[in-house]
């Protein structure tokens, strides 16, 4: 099956910073979601990007559907930010909405 | 006006116990996921049903039975309970059985002693 490679798997940051989270994915896709999980173990649908690039205030993603991976930027961070962010795929030929995830960057804002 | 709500959030019992978390859903989808949240945070699919029928069912134990009386709802119904059965438990609803967004609820935190 596919497989779903996040990086980096820890990030910290000061307040302010900018970053870039990277998903690389073994095979093509249907589909590819970012979703936050934050502190409180909420799973927020960020962004549903197959290909192309989005943004949504100080978030933006790319994905490059051809070379198989996809990008999360995050711009002048804040603390509300921190939390895992996970990669998500739907297999091409697989199950629909069968989402596979990846493991997740952690990502921590400090002050 | 919450969109996907899951109940309980928190559930401790007993090995060998039944249990039953139960999934609402008020954004007009027509397909619904449960999702596994492990204690190392790797979230895997269980099951999905679309319009009331049956459209994933991964490899889950038959302990484990999903039962969907319409298309805002999907329960989750689990026979003696098993150590390995802690976990965070998600239900997530999309539009359409494609590729679509999905929404998660808040899970249901499920600890056996």
Redesign the interface.
């Known amino acids: 099956g596919i497989q779903v490679e996040q990086s980096p798997p820890d990030l910290i940051l000061q307040e302010g910073a900018n970053s870039t989270l990277r998903c690389n994915f073994s095979d093509s896709v249907?589909?590819l979601?970012w979703?936050h999980?934050n502190p409180w173990?909420?799973?927020?649908?960020l962004f549903?990007i197959?290909s192309g690039t989005k943004q949504n205030g100080r978030l933006s993603a790319t994905t490059v559907a051809t070379e198989r991976y996809s990008l999360l930027y995050i711009s002048s961070s804040q603390t509300t930010d921190s939390g895992?962010y996970?990669c998500?795929v739907?297999e091409y030929g697989g199950?629909?909405?069968?989402?596979?995830?990846g493991?997740?960057t952690k990502l921590s804002v400090k002050p | 006006d919450t969109a996907v709500s899951q109940t309980p959030k928190y559930l401790v019992t007993q090995m060998g116990n039944d249990k039953s978390i139960k999934c609402e859903q008020n954004l007009g989808h027509d397909?619904m996921?449960w999702y596994k949240q492990d204690s190392?945070?790797?979230?895997?699919?269980m099951f999905?049903y679309?319009n009331k029928e049956l459209?994933?069912n991964?490899t889950v134990p038959n302990r484990f039975s999903p039962k969907s009386p319409d298309k805002a709802h999907l329960n989750l119904h689990i026979n003696s309970l098993e150590l390995g059965d802690s976990a965070?438990y998600?239900c997530a609803s999309?539009q359409g059985?494609?590729?679509?967004?999905?929404?998660?609820g808040?899970?249901t935190?499920l600890s056996i002693l």
């Open positions: 249907n589909n979601q979703f999980q173990g909420q799973l927020i649908n549903y197959p895992v996970f998500a739907e199950s629909q909405g069968n989402l596979i995830f493991k997740g | 397909t996921y190392k945070k790797f979230l895997k699919i999905s679309n459209i994933i991964e965070v998600f999309s059985s494609g590729s679509q967004p999905q929404h998660f808040d899970g935190r």
